[in-house]
């Protein structure tokens, strides 16, 4: 599913400039149906009270379905935009790094639907997304 010529390297050139760069998103594992990144649990993403911000909870969730929902598609024919998205935040994160990994729960030719597990470092549940990305012809 996920080209297999995609590397982390491949991922990160995507980051310079955008969202993902300030918050100090890192790509951190890419397989055939999944991809992994890290995002601090910082100043960038705390939010008045010290815990982790859910919505850069939520701006890791799409990051990383958005990017894995472009990865499946011909590019040069098709591209995806977030449709919905919706998390469910299960357990608070002061500080370290919390890992999010997407999966495709279905993949068809005019919608995509991935699921976003956001674990902390001890690989607790932080958070649980779920993206559903339409995909666009290009004209």
Not at 111 to 117: F, K, L, N, S
Request: hydrophobic share 40%.
């Amino acid at each position: 599913m996920i080209p297999s010529d995609v590397t982390l390297d491949t991922l990160e050139a995507m980051s310079p400039n955008t969202m993902v760069e300030h918050l100090g998103i890192e790509y951190t594992a890419v397989g055939t149906d999944y991809i992994t990144a890290r995002m601090p649990v910082d100043h960038r993403t705390h939010q008045p009270f010290g815990l982790l911000h859910g919505g850069a909870s939520v701006a890791l969730a799409e990051t990383l379905g958005s990017v894995a929902a472009n990865l499946v598609v011909n590019s040069s024919q098709q591209y995806c935009v977030g449709l919905d998205i919706n998390a469910n935040h299960v357990k608070s994160a002061r500080s370290g790094y919390v890992y999010g990994t997407t999966r495709p729960l279905h993949v068809g030719r005019k919608t995509h639907v991935w699921e976003i597990r956001i674990e902390n470092e001890e690989q607790e549940l932080i958070s649980i997304s779920r993206i559903t990305m339409a995909v666009i012809d290009r004209k």
